[in-house]
């Protein structure tokens, strides 16, 4: 049986609120919490966050949201913890890492900026599902760059895991630049936002570009 919603409409407004921009990340502290648990609280959690990855649960009817916590200390010792953009999953007999079907394929582009022969038809933070278009065979491994709509070239790495009876092959991806993995991450977000608006009442504009 299903969990129910555990956040209502005004805990999910607060989150948003704290999520950044990506065009943000490189410029400007995004928003975030402030804590002070005092010196042995705080003491506990920069060891917790410098050993392990913390996240925050959002737990929905049929989707699950993982937001990566990014922990700060300043010059005086205050704590500052902000939202990155989440991996969704989708909840089922397993739990697996949801998927964004394309609506226009997204080309895969060589070194010297040219099209490949492959274009990605699904996407997620770590597989895409691809046409091989006019090449004979899937490759086992490539190294091409991705463009999302909106933004510049992403460098991925991918291995092949398997080829599937219309023609479509799964590889699973990883991307050589660390912010890269958080843009997927922040697209991907948007992206379900507009698939499922009830789960983002009131959703800001600028929340994600």
Known sequence: MMATNLLTKAELRYIHKLMRSPSDITHKEGAGF???????????????????QLTFEAQFDEFCMSFPLQLSEDEFHSLH????????????????????QLDQPLQLIEEDGEESPLSVHELSPDSLLVDIGNRRSAPRHFHLQLALPGQGFLQINARRVRE????????EVE?????????????????????????????PDDLVS
Do not use: C
């Open 164 to 171: 599937l009876a219309d023609g479509m092959t799964a590889y």
């Open 34 to 52: 402030h804590i002070d648990g005092g010196s042995k609280a705080n003491a506990l959690l920069m060891q917790l966050a410098s050993q392990s």
């Open 81 to 100: 913890l902000q939202l990155a953009p989440p991996t969704i999953y989708e909840r089922g007999p397993t739990l697996r890492t949801w998927r964004l």
């Open 175 to 203: 991307f050589p630049e660390g912010r890269d993995a958080e843009r997927v991450r922040s697209f991907l977000y948007a992206q379900h936002q507009k698939l499922h608006p009830e789960l983002q009442p009131e959703l």
